[in-house]
């Protein structure tokens, strides 16, 4: 999801999208769809914006148990209902 949107910058020089390519992803595990889905319900359950992306990347990080590393303020709620780690 993420790679998917760092790429889609019309703008974004050959050699920055060459170095995006070559940072390893995480996997789709089983139920992940489920548990995106339920943690999107919980945020929009908190009365939060809740964009589905948001919820695919949080769910991604929490199940291989790494921080996200990102500057959108959207992420801090989810952070607090879902115990998400967080690096500026």
Do not use: N
């Not at 999801?1 to 996997?27: H, T, W």
């Not at 769910?59 to 500026?88: E, K, M």
């Amino acid at each position: 999801m993420v790679l998917a949107e760092l790429l889609s910058d019309p703008d974004l020089p050959k050699g920055v999208a060459a170095l995006f390519r070559q940072i390893p992803l995480l996997a789709v595990t089983d139920g992940y769809w489920e548990r995106a889905g339920s943690l999107r319900a919980r945020s929009i359950e908190h009365g939060r914006r809740a964009p589905l992306a948001d919820a695919l990347i949080a769910q991604s990080c929490l199940d291989h148990g790494v921080p996200l590393v990102t500057r959108d303020a959207d992420f801090r709620h989810i952070a607090r209902i879902a115990d998400l780690r967080l690096l500026p």
